[in-house]
């Protein structure tokens, strides 16, 4: 049998290293692994895209275009060319890759799953590891860059910078290594009983690997933004400490940023914990015991959500970034001249003096046909409605 003389290869061979890879070309490899974990059993692996399957490809369009859009604002923007928000284009950059893997996948799975070679099938899965990774670690590294700071009383822009493109390089490089492990050899090929169910040429143990490192790196985000916002409090709170520039002025112009980062924080772990305990499960469930395995994609799907709700909590949390979005998409019906928000309403304007001149009295209705009389207390009162 083909599979016995390749695995056999694989042991005896002394050249082992270049046997596997060989292996790594053979087309039947996957309709082996799948059927054994028991995906082949239903109609997924014979139909074509499924409507769900187009309606994710496009989500998957929108978090493209809107992760985009976010990136084209803080590049065009000087105001942002600074370390934190250079941070959080790679986190941008990181949702956007992942809606383009992600929607790669879906194009290369149900039938044409199974046309692929191992290493086609790496590549694919790999993407997704990638992309997901890097999200991971842009957080913590979006958290490290904003303790060094708070803790800091100088500034040194060189130091940040450096530290910024050391943080952004780190990100990327342990992405593409945790990525990259089943390929270079870390996976279930011939040893089915190390299979996992969800991804069956992956390794149990390499997904479990994986979650952990997640986790850890999800605890560590966790306890840095609680000493953050701990020495931000308490900066805050002190009246000496806010009266001298190094810490309280910086701790009220962050305050507003981290509050952003943090929901972007707080909304990832919603999004993606359920698959993590999913990947828990399929590390401790025997083959072909847990039928919530199988329903991998919908734990994916509301995983990639967070890459389309990052761009909308900058654009509703950052009032720079959503001017600086507006000025993008519609310069010159809402951006004035020099650069600001027009006011699109009604303005109205009273001042006292002119109230007790005319022996005016302001009259509000209740809205059931009574009017309240509204006195003039304040030296003037304006009145402006936004569109």
Not at 7 to 16: C, L, P, Q
Not at 148 to 154: D, I, L, Q, W
Not at 239 to 262: D, E, F, N
């Amino acid at each position: 049998m083909e599979m016995t003389s390749c695995a056999e290869s694989i042991n005896m061979s002394t050249f082992a290293f270049t046997s596997i890879y060989k292996c790594y070309h053979r087309n039947n490899v996957l309709r082996w692994h799948y059927n054994y974990t028991g995906k082949l059993n239903g109609t997924r692996y014979r139909d074509g895209l499924k409507p769900e399957s187009i309606a994710v490809l496009f989500i998957c369009f929108l978090i493209i275009v809107q992760n985009l859009i976010v990136l084209m604002a803080i590049r065009k923007n000087k105001k942002f060319h600074m370390p934190m928000y250079y941070l959080l284009g790679n986190l941008t950059l990181s949702d956007l890759l992942a809606g383009f893997t992600y929607m790669l996948n879906i194009i290369l799975s149900g039938a044409n799953t199974l046309k692929l070679t191992p290493l086609q099938w790496f590549v694919r899965e790999g993407g997704v590891f990638i992309t997901l990774s890097a999200s991971v670690v842009s957080l913590l590294a979006i958290a490290i860059e904003r303790y060094f700071t708070m803790r800091n009383t100088k500034p040194y822009p060189r130091a940040k910078r450096n530290r910024m493109f050391t943080l952004i390089a780190a990100s990327w490089a342990l992405s593409l290594l945790l990525g990259a492990l089943p390929i270079m050899g870390w996976n279930c090929l011939y040893n089915l009983e190390w299979c996992s169910t969800v991804l069956p040429l992956y390794a149990k143990s390499y997904i479990f690997f994986c979650v952990f490192v997640f986790l850890s790196i999800l605890l560590a985000i966790v306890l840095l933004y609680g000493r953050i916002f701990h020495f931000v409090k308490s900066n805050t709170q002190n009246p000496t400490c806010i009266q001298r520039k190094p810490y309280g002025h910086r701790s009220l112009k962050y305050m507003a940023l981290l509050k952003t980062v943090t929901i972007v924080v707080g909304v990832f772990i919603l999004c993606w914990m359920p698959l993590f305990v999913l990947l828990l499960m399929d590390f401790v469930c025997p083959v072909k015991e847990c039928p919530v395995l199988f329903k991998a994609d919908y734990f994916l799907g509301m995983a990639m959500l967070n890459s389309l709700i990052n761009p909308i909590i900058y654009t509703l949390t950052s009032r720079d970034i959503r001017r600086a979005i507006l000025k993008l998409l519609c310069r010159r019906c809402l951006i004035t001249k020099d650069g600001r928000v027009r006011n699109i309403g009604i303005h109205i304007s009273f001042t006292k003096t002119d109230l007790n001149r005319q022996g005016l009295e302001t009259t509000i209705s209740s809205g059931n046909a009574t009017t309240l009389p509204v006195k003039s207390i304040y030296p003037k009162l304006k009145l402006s409605v936004i569109a």
